[in-house]
T-cell receptor, first 111, second 115 residues
Framework: SQQGEEDPQALSIQEGENATMNCSYK?????LQWYRQNSGRGLVHLIL?????REKHSGRLRVTLDTSKKSSSLLITASRAADTASYFC???????????FGTGTRLTVIP | SAVISQKPSRDICQRGTSLTIQCQVD?????MFWYRQQPGQSLTLIAT?????????ESGFVIDKFPISRPNLTFSTLTVSNMSPEDSSIYLC????????????FGPGTRLTVL
């Protein structure tokens, strides 16, 4: 299976703290994308990092990619209660147009 | 970016019936996909919806159970046939505007409950 794995499966932090989620995958990739899902609704695209990039920022989000270790991390700084959601990494494999999703991290930010 | 809408947003259906889910994109896209998300699980690809031809199904999914149409570059439907409680899931369509190196956008999902 090409599905990735994320850890932790669940993370609970206080508002204002930083949250770090990790994603590991198995095959060569074109890109890696992070999504947020609130309460079983649709997926909101957060950020895309290409295989030749090592780090990317978007607002309070910082994503790193280490293709030698086949891993990525998502850092959310200065978390807010509204950041409470499930976060998924998804990889776009070489030769494939669809995405393979990780197992997800359930983030709870306590006000 | 592409904006994707799905109808219905949710439905409760009886065992043995079928439900067709519609996916509409606000602009032409190169590829459309259908995913399933079972309760508490991650997303699994059902099939790639090919414009003007039969969909390409992933292992474990068959056309008789999940017939898919894509008559043009902005619209697709997924039918869940002869439903059982095990089909209770969120069904999401997604779209790719460019190549596989580009962002893939998702619809809001259809939450299906089969009694």
């Amino acid at each position: 299976s090409q599905q990735g794995e994320e850890d932790p499966q669940a993370l609970s932090i206080q508002e204002g703290e930083n949250a770090t989620m990790n994603c590991s995958y198995k095959t060569s990739i074109n890109n890696l994308q992070w999504y947020r899902q609130n309460s079983g609704r649709g997926l909101v695209h957060l950020i895309l990092i290409r295989s030749n990039e090592r780090e990317k920022h978007s607002g309070r989000l910082r994503v790193t990619l280490d293709t030698s270790k086949k891993s990525s991390s998502l850092l959310i700084t200065a978390s807010r209660a509204a950041d409470t959601a499930s976060y998924f990494c998804a990889t776009g494999g070489r030769g494939a147009n669809n995405l393979f999703f990780g197992t997800g991290t359930r983030l709870t930010v306590i006000p | 970016s592409a904006v994707i809408s799905q109808k219905p947003s949710r439905d409760i259906c009886q065992r043995g019936t079928s439900l067709t889910i519609q996916c509409q994109v606000d602009s032409q896209v190169t590829m459309m996909f259908w995913y399933r998300q079972q309760p508490g699980q991650s997303l699994t690809l059902i099939a790639t919806a090919n414009q003007g031809s039969e969909a390409t199904y992933e292992s474990g999914f068959v056309i008789d159970k999940f017939p898919i149409s894509r008559p043009n570059l902005t619209f697709s439907t997924l039918t869940v046939s002869n439903m059982s409680p095990e089909d209770s899931s969120i069904y999401l369509c997604s779209a790719l505007q460019g190549s596989s190196t580009d962002t893939q956008y998702f619809g809001p999902g259809t939450r299906l409950t089969v009694l």
